[in-house]
């Protein structure tokens, strides 16, 4: 016990010096046992060398509000947030970025002067990572299925990118409309909306989509061999995209990829949303490649 005491110290102190003016990061979802931000996070403050340590919190939604006032309480710098609390944080806190404002979700909190300002980089994630491949939102035609959270963000980069048509499919047509009309009101009259179901995706149809982005969690670890639709009904020239990064190459992705069609998977969005959060909070950052190399230590 001695012994396993000393090396754990001897690690830490190898890495980030946890001392007295330490300052506080931390996650705050449910459940968060998953997530990667406690590595990507520690392993930019070691290397950058700044006196940060990010903790990963599970907060049931009861106690969301109290762990929310607790970051103010005990001088956190900040936090991400994740599911299910992205959109629930937002009474709690001070202020919010107009990003965050489009997309109605929080996953960022920035302490300073006593006030809590929720961010969303979510949105800038998706735009890095399709830039980094080379593809771009403007006057495109993007199809999004599931309306749901992390959707959201996209919708934001494809209005914020000039995309020409944004279609959303849903497995109900009422969840489409609904979510289609919020966006619709306060966006450019010019962009064409569209709201289907899955029953509306048939081979037989013109499916003229330049960009397909799976926003559902299937074919997610550990359920991996499924996926929302068979990519094989669009035609070659789409890209498909899937904010899912575990595993890297979806069963969406794969498909595609065997079919020759573009495909880009999330883990790039994970890593610009991951380095402009901790940008927020420190001023600092690193590029992506250090990201995917701490990730895979
Ligand atoms: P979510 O809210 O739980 O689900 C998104 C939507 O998927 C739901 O609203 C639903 O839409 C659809 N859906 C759920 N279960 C389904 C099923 N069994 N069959 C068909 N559709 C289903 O999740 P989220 O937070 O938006 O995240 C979605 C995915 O994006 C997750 O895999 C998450 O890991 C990933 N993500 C990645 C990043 C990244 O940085 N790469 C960031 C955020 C999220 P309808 O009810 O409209 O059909």
């Not at 009101?185 to 509306?200: L, M, Q, R, V």
């Not at 997610?220 to 990064?245: C, Q, R, W």
């Not at 079919?259 to 959060?277: F, P």
Request: aromatic share 6%.
């Amino acid at each position: 016990m001695l012994e396993w005491c000393k090396l754990t110290l001897n690690e830490r102190c190898d890495h980030v010096e946890i001392d007295a003016k330490t300052q506080s990061l931390c996650l705050l979802g449910h459940p968060v046992a998953h997530s990667f931000s406690p590595k990507i996070h520690n392993h930019m403050s070691e290397s950058l060398k700044l006196n940060y340590v990010y903790t990963a919190h599970d907060v049931e939604p009861v106690n969301l509000k109290a762990a929310v006032e607790g970051l103010k309480a005990l001088g956190y710098r900040g936090a991400n947030v994740t599911v299910p609390h992205k959109s629930a944080v937002i009474e709690h806190l001070d202020e919010i970025s107009e990003e965050a404002a489009i997309i109605g979700a929080v996953n960022t909190i920035l302490s300073e002067g006593g006030r809590l300002k929720g961010f969303n980089t979510d949105c800038y994630g998706f735009e890095r990572m399709l830039q980094d491949e080379g593809v771009h939102l403007s006057r495109k035609h993007v199809l999004i299925l599931g309306a749901g959270g992390a959707a959201r963000a996209v919708v934001a980069a494809c209005i914020l990118g000039g995309a020409e048509r944004i279609g959303v499919c849903s497995r109900q047509i009422d969840s489409a409309r609904a979510y289609v009309d919020v966006f619709k009101g306060g966006s450019d009259p010019n962009i064409a909306w569209e709201a289907i179901t899955y029953e509306d995706l048939d081979p037989g149809k013109a499916l003229d989509y330049d960009l397909v982005v799976n926003c559902t969690p299937l074919g997610m670890h550990p359920n991996e061999g499924v996926a929302p639709i068979d990519p094989s009904i669009f035609s070659k020239d789409t890209v498909l995209v899937d904010l899912i990064y575990n595993p890297e190459l979806t069963e969406f992705l794969r498909i595609g990829r065997e079919r020759g069609m573009k495909v880009v998977g999330g883990l790039g969005m994970l890593i610009h949303q991951a380095l402009k959060a901790y940008e927020i909070w420190t001023g600092r950052s690193k590029d992506a490649d250090f990201v995917k190399m701490a990730l895979k230590k």
